[in-house]
């Protein structure tokens, strides 16, 4: 019913900058929330960065000061900008969204996932 397409990752040095977009299409009545996670192998999916419709963001620690998360609603698309990189942010990336539908309700779709390599 809905896809979200992500794109924008890559090998960067560390110090460098990335920035990741998702895009959801499909039926759609609204996105509540968008976010960005993020994995490693033998570790838990781990919540990077989430806005709500109304623009409230939460960061996490790890990040914060150096990523930014920011979302145009009329083109249900959230980006992550990400300054600083170090070499510990390497991981794969994956782009969240509750997504709300006139009959579904509310329900989480994720994108395919993009890899994010900080060289040093």
């Known amino acids: 019913q809905v896809q979200l397409v992500e794109s924008g990752g890559g090998l960067v040095q560390a110090g460098g900058s990335l920035r990741l977009s998702c895009a959801a299409s499909?039926?759609?009545?609204?996105?509540?929330?968008m976010a960005w996670y993020r994995q490693t192998p033998g570790k838990q999916r781990e919540l990077v960065a989430l806005?709500?419709?109304?623009?409230?963001?939460n960061i996490a620690d790890s990040v914060k000061g150096r990523f930014t998360i920011s979302r145009d609603n009329a083109k249900n698309t959230v980006y992550l900008q990400m300054n600083s990189l170090k070499p510990e942010d390497t991981a794969v990336f994956y782009c969240?969204?509750?997504?709300?539908?006139?009959?579904?309700?509310?329900?989480?779709?994720w994108g395919q996932g993009t890899q994010v390599t900080v060289s040093s």
């Open positions: 499909g039926r759609i009545f609204s996105i509540n929330v």
């Open positions: 969240k969204a509750v997504v709300v539908d006139d009959l579904i309700g509310a329900r989480d779709y």
């Open positions: 806005i709500t419709r109304g623009g409230s963001t």
